[in-house]
């Protein structure tokens, strides 16, 4: 098929995909190192971990990809410590078997979620022992090393030092007959093993248990302290930080453990399991580094450059300390010129259905099992990253993600791709016609097209802004307001084969408009959702785009398209209740026999069968309209939007009671737009087509 695209050094893609190729950081150049909180492999990582750490990367690593910087990102499990030994003492397997059946279950998981990865490594690695024994020795040659001698609580048949995971026992402070070795759940006070009434072994109760004085080295914070307070100070300016749990919006250092002094802080365990001590006579020990990369033998030259390489790192808001403080003093105390973080995004936490994902109680969707809903990767990181909990906790609802696939997805997005698509195929035998309009930027003193030409305009400022410091949410909704915008122009121009008989070159104009604002699409959601991407580039017949700054005519009169296909497939909304039985814990499966037959009048939690009802006969009645949408219905799409923004943007205030009634007010103009939309559609879909 017959390529007409324009190739100026802005228009085309060119820095590889995640994995294709080994990048270099090039001096001059914005070069983007960025890694994500590595996942322990001890467990599969559920929906909360995806969007809290590797998932979030991932959009930034394609984001910079798309703006042609050379970008690097690079991640791992988690492998050594005590959550791996106890829970493979759970299993009945050694540490290391453990690890390689998670690693798989990682990687498989990552993969099938579109999470790219220029290498995906371990901590088990020969490089990873090198660099952190390396790391050690440097320590101590700086003077930040000491050795302690401390009881440690001891478990005579194990028989080994038991860490804190290891051990429980009567609260000295409240009694609780069951503490755990660091924190007491009774009465939440903090604990040291050592100081539990008749501590018992938690491998086997029966073991006699004890105190032993073990000996370990300590890295010597305090001494750091000063060093890495003026690196906080310096960094989080540069690097725009968001506030957090160690620097407020004003750049003032409000860690508690940075404002009463840090103290001495052991980087060695009791454990078989772990990086061995490079000290000749000292028992081995685990020493707990982090992993960097064997991505290439030239890893320095990303590791140690922090004139050419901005280092971004994306995690929970339970990683912050680690990597704001602990881990930067460790580089300090190094002493070698290390790329220090430039950037930290964190989130809060993403909880499932009105309470918390847990593995134990089977409530939630683990790794693989995002898989077996159906329900495409691409929809998945939509509705993940649109929610992302990135000022205040967020809540997955099963609802919501379907709402989030019918109404936005199939009906704004989709809608605005098939239907422009599909009218160059039938109309126009596939071929882009002659707009008359030059290769290049678009004017935005176009005579008819002036508002619309500046609209995509400055939404395209406000996508780069945003992403370009992070706001991955804010994107996302950006990229719908462009294609509510598409939607809205096809509208108005009148586009049907009335304009094409009546005025053949505004409706050629309107036609090759619409499919390269498809195109600026296609290059601005590639970080949220590559495959959905891949398949408008492939109903193009065009390469891979820059994410452009200004709107412009890239693909050119007598382009062939390729066939038209629709990108979104409607969700039932009765497969609510299927999941939420499935996926809501083993209490939720076991009372509800709706999971292998749906009931589309039972009742969701908290809700009256009443209201059930009358919401199963409305969705019913609602058909999910795919054609051209009113002009009543577009402004109603483009209210929501605004309203729906404006509720996001209340509840991640500071709650008080005037503002819960603002929210109360605001989330119930939200219901009624919704309803007038619904009520629309579906007037839509029962008037004949002309």
Not at 18 to 36: C, D, F, M, V
Not at 363 to 369: D, I, M, S
Request: with cysteine.
């Amino acid at each position: 098929m017959a390529q007409k695209i324009r190739t100026d050094p802005d228009v085309l893609r060119v820095v590889p995909a995640p994995g294709e190729a080994k990048l270099l950081p090039k001096e001059g150049e914005k070069n983007i190192l960025i890694t994500s909180a590595l996942p322990y492999c001890n467990n599969v990582p559920h929906l909360g971990n995806i969007i809290g750490s590797t998932l979030s990367a991932d959009v930034f690593s394609r984001y910079n990809r798309a703006r042609n910087r050379r970008t690097l990102y690079i991640c791992g499990t988690d492998e050594y410590g005590t959550a791996t030994e106890t829970q493979a003492l759970k299993e009945g397997i050694t540490p290391l078997e453990l690890c390689d059946k998670y690693n798989l279950l990682h990687i498989e998981t990552y993969k099938w979620f579109d999470i790219g990865f220029d290498h995906f490594g371990r901590t088990s690695s020969p490089l990873h022992t090198e660099i952190s024994q390396e790391i050690f020795l440097n320590l101590g040659r700086n003077g930040y090393l000491e050795r302690q001698d401390k009881e440690q609580v001891y478990c005579e048949g194990c028989p080994k030092f038991l860490a804190d995971r290891y051990v429980e026992g009567i609260c000295p402070n409240c009694g609780y007959e069951d503490a755990r070795g660091d924190q007491c759940d009774g009465c939440s006070k903090t604990l040291d093993a050592v100081e539990l009434i008749k501590p018992r072994c938690l491998v086997d109760p029966t073991h006699k248990v004890t105190t032993k004085l073990s000996s370990h080295m300590y890295l010597r914070l305090n001494a750091i302290q000063p060093q890495t307070e003026e690196w906080i100070k310096k960094s989080w300016k540069k690097g725009k930080w968001s506030p957090n749990a160690v620097v407020n919006a004003d750049g003032e250092i409000i860690d508690s453990r940075l404002k009463s002094g840090l103290q001495p802080t052991p980087l060695t365990r009791d454990l078989k399991w772990g990086v061995p001590v490079p000290i000749e006579g000292e028992d081995v020990h685990g020493m707990g580094g982090k992993v960097l990369s064997n991505y290439l033998p030239e890893w320095k030259q990303w590791w140690f450059n922090p004139e050419n390489v901005d280092l971004y790192q994306f995690m929970g808001k339970d990683n912050v300390y680690f990597h704001t403080v602990y881990w930067p003093s460790v580089q300090i105390g190094d002493g070698r010129d290390w790329t220090k973080l430039h950037h930290l995004s964190t989130t809060e936490y993403l909880n499932y259905e009105g309470g918390k994902f847990s593995k134990s109680k089977n409530r939630g969707v683990f790794g693989p099992a995002a898989k077996d809903t159906g329900i495409p990767a691409s929809v998945w990181r939509y509705y993940l990253l649109s929610t992302r909990p990135e000022t205040a906790d967020a809540m997955f609802s099963w609802a919501d993600c379907i709402t989030a696939n019918n109404n936005i997805l199939l009906n704004n997005f989709g809608n605005f791709v098939n239907r422009a698509l599909k009218f160059v195929a039938s109309q126009y035998n596939g071929v882009i016609p002659d707009s008359q309009d030059p290769a290049g930027p678009y004017s935005p003193n176009d005579p008819i097209d002036s508002e619309f030409i500046t609209t995509i305009n400055g939404l395209l400022k406000d996508y780069i802004d945003a992403l370009d410091v992070v706001k991955l949410r804010l994107g996302l909704q950006i990229v719908m307001a462009i294609s509510a915008q598409g939607n809205n122009y096809l509208q108005s121009s009148g586009l049907n084969k009335a304009l094409m008989a009546e005025n053949p070159i505004r409706c050629a104009q309107v036609i090759s408009r619409a499919v390269n604002l498809i195109y600026v699409l296609a290059a601005i959601i590639y970080p949220y959702m590559p495959a959905t991407s891949d398949s408008i580039l492939q109903q193009l017949n065009a390469p891979a785009r820059a994410v452009p700054e200004v709107f412009s005519n890239d693909i050119l009169a007598g382009h062939t398209i390729g066939k038209p296909e629709h990108l979104f497939k409607k969700i039932e909304e009765t497969m609510a209740e299927v999941w939420r039985a499935k996926y809501g814990g083993n209490e939720a499966a076991a009372a509800s026999p709706a999971a292998a037959t749906p009931d589309p009048l039972k009742a969701a939690p908290g809700q009256s069968k009443k209201k059930a009802a009358a919401a199963s006969k409305k969705g019913s009645a609602t058909p999910v309209y795919t054609g051209p949408k009113s002009d009543e219905a577009l402004a109603l799409e483009a209210k929501i939007t605004e309203q729906g923004n404006l509720v996001r943007g209340l509840k991640a205030e500071t709650k008080t009671p005037e503002l819960e009634e603002k929210i109360k007010a605001a989330v119930d103009v939200l219901k009624t737009l919704k309803g007038d939309l619904d009520a629309e559609l579906q007037r839509l879909a029962a008037t004949p087509a002309n």
